[in-house]
């Protein structure tokens, strides 16, 4: 039974000057445009037992995406925008930063086109694109909330530089692109990283990361087997001592066998700092132990019974 | 930042609150006879409105048009499985939305959605198609309960679909105008009552 046959074309009274429809039909197309252009390198990673997530040709052969979509070793494959399903294989990964480089051999892949120019900041429109196993890409869209330095992620790895963005996190996104409005890639993204909030490692970071785990380079933090609490110092030693720094970390814990045990530290030294960087609380600690110290000696300067100490000693890889 | 580029910014604010406003004349406040309320369009055919079911769960509503005016509607079809409701209204309504072909969207178009979210008449949204169109458009957008049944426009400010489900943070469904025509077309849906007058 028709509804609402054989009834005359009826008058539509919206009118939406030509300036106006021009102008969004032009964004819109941009928008679109961008999102075809970005989705051509980027492939969908399949790796784990629900939907797949993105990744992103980084060359004709090679894919980047984030390391918790892999949840597992073997069997994994890449589905490239043509249709194409790769087998592929992990060359690297590293949880701490979130990303993992695959490796997809005799794959003829469309590599990403980075965005120039590192002028990217607040307020810029950017698409978030993935393709979690459909054959068109999937898309969100909005502003670049900031753009930052050198972060510690929510995983304990150190990464140069973020960009969050209040881009919708659609589900398999994670390791898809985040691209400016000519649909050049920005960054990675990563539902992980920052629990659950949308966030992306810029290009530059990336490519840095991907860098380290081809050439093999630890990308394991370093450890020395404390724990600590960071104590204020009192005015008249900091005056005994010419100390500028106002606290330090006192040794609560030792490991037995841990590079500061075997380095002679006791408990109740505090610490100043690790090699030319003070650490006056947990976090400057943190960020003193980078995959830079491992293996290296370094100084290590100290309070302990009221005059200050230097001690030497290597750091060892952070156990798993 | 140079003048081009803040002129550019601007033509395009202008340009969106143009639409919202064009778009907002054929965008209905729907309250339904079970308290429910949401939003409705005035479809392209005289004293047609369409919604989502669930915003119309009983026969009859009370319809809001612009301007204030007060109009009684009962729902003449409807399809719970698609979420799609029509109601028809004594006489005719000015100010009929122009309906868009929801298949020609591309992942990334620019959509604004229309409606009454929270009671707030006429509040536009921006977003974009998240995924390749189909019965159902996902959505790049941010939409707040009253958006159901309202307008989800392309850039042209064409109909392209009916929001009606919030699926997460930023993330919601709209049923596309293709949906929209196989419904009037009687290829889906329950008829509400026997006669239809405008058969």
């Known amino acids: 039974m028709m509804l609402v046959a054989q009834v005359e074309p009826y008058t539509c009274s919206m009118t939406l000057s030509d300036t106006s429809s021009g102008v969004l039909a032009t964004l819109s197309d941009g928008l679109a445009n961008a999102v075809q252009r970005a989705g051509r390198s980027v492939v969908a990673v399949h790796g784990r037992r629900r939907f797949p997530a993105s990744g992103l040709a980084w060359r004709d052969d090679q894919v980047v995406t984030a390391s918790h979509v892999l949840e597992r070793d073997s069997d994994l494959s890449v589905t490239s925008s043509d249709g194409a399903q790769h087998p592929a294989r992990i060359v690297g990964r590293d949880s701490g930063s979130d990303l993992a480089v695959l490796a997809v051999q005799g794959a003829s892949l469309h590599p990403i086109e980075r965005a120039v120019g590192g002028n990217l900041s607040a307020g810029h429109l950017v698409l978030a694109v993935g393709r979690p196993g459909t054959p068109e890409p999937i898309a969100s869209f909005g502003a670049v909330s900031s753009v930052g330095g050198a972060w510690r992620t929510a995983q304990g790895g150190l990464l140069e530089a973020y960009i969050r963005a209040d881009v919708a996190l659609l589900p398999g996104l994670s390791g898809g692109a985040l691209v400016d409005v000519s649909g050049n890639v920005v960054g990675l993204l990563s539902a992980y990283l920052a629990g659950g909030d949308p966030v992306a490692i810029p290009i530059d970071t990336v490519d840095a990361v991907v860098k380290r785990i081809l050439t093999g380079g630890s990308l394991r933090r370093a450890y020395l087997g404390v724990s600590t609490q960071a104590v204020e110092l009192q005015d008249v030693l900091r005056l005994r001592l010419g100390l500028e720094q106002t606290a330090g970390l006192m040794l609560l814990g030792l490991e037995p066998g841990a590079p500061a045990e075997r380095a002679g530290l006791l408990l109740g030294d505090i610490l100043l700092a690790i090699g030319d960087r003070t650490v006056e609380d947990g976090e400057a600690l943190q960020m003193a132990l980078g995959p830079d110290v491992v293996g290296k000696s370094v100084t290590i300067r100290l309070i302990r019974g009221g005059d200050l100490r230097e001690v030497s000693l290597v750091p060892a890889p952070r156990p798993n | ?199």
Do not use: C, K, Y
Request: net charge neutral; proline share 4%.
């Open chain 2, 1 to 199: 930042m140079t003048l081009e580029v803040i002129s550019g910014a601007a033509q395009i604010s202008d340009a969106l609150g143009e639409l919202a406003r064009e778009v907002a004349r054929g965008v209905v406040l729907v309250r339904g006879s079970m308290g429910s309320s949401g939003s409705g369009v005035i479809w392209d055919q005289p004293g047609l409105v369409i919604t989502n079911h669930h915003v119309v769960p009983g026969a009859l509503a009370e319809l809001t048009v612009a301007g204030g005016r007060r109009v009684r509607a009962r729902v003449v079809r409807r399809a719970p499985a698609l979420d799609l409701a029509a109601l028809e209204v004594e006489g005719s309504l000015a100010n009929a939305a122009r309906v868009g072909d929801s298949d020609r969207l591309r992942v990334g178009d620019l959509v604004v959605a229309v409606g009454n979210p929270m009671g707030e008449r006429n509040a536009p949204s921006l977003g974009i198609l998240a995924s390749a169109a189909d019965e159902v458009l996902r959505l790049s957008i941010t939409l707040r309960p009253g958006n159901s049944g309202g307008a989800l426009v392309n850039a042209r400010g064409e109909i392209v679909g009916i929001p009606h489900m919030v699926t997460g943070n930023g993330l919601a469904l709209a049923v596309s105008t293709r949906s929209v025509g196989r419904f009037l077309n009687g290829a889906t849906g329950e008829v509400e009552e026997d006669h239809l007058r405008w058969i």
